[in-house]
């Protein structure tokens, strides 16, 4: 199991998503989870984060309908 759990909130951010998960994906601390939370996204958002997830093992996808404003 790993040590911690990253979760990133994903709507509709295609022209940030590489950015960020390439951040995450560069730190030095490696014993982690990285749980990518689709909303609903109406651009390719989800295709990028199904392309993250067969790269890396300690990425997973989730991918629901957009739930509204929390």
Same mark, same amino acid.
């Given at each position: 199991?790993?040590?911690?759990? %990253?979760?990133?909130? %994903? *709507?509709?951010?295609?022209? *940030?998503?590489?950015?960020?998960?390439?951040?995450i994906?560069? !730190?030095?601390?490696?014993?982690?989870?990285?749980?990518? %939370?689709?909303?609903?996204?109406?651009?390719?958002?989800?295709? /990028?984060l199904?392309? *993250?997830? !067969?790269?890396?093992s300690? /990425?997973?996808? /989730?991918?629901?309908?957009?739930?509204?404003?929390?």
């Amino acid at each position: 199991m790993p040590e911690i759990s %990253v979760v990133v909130p %994903v *709507y509709n951010v295609r022209d *940030y998503l590489r950015k960020n998960i390439e951040s995450i994906l560069a !730190q030095t601390f490696t014993d982690y989870e990285l749980i990518l %939370v689709n909303d609903g996204s109406k651009d390719d958002s989800l295709s /990028i984060l199904r392309e *993250y997830e !067969q790269k890396d093992s300690r /990425i997973t996808v /989730i991918d629901k309908p957009n739930g509204g404003l929390s």
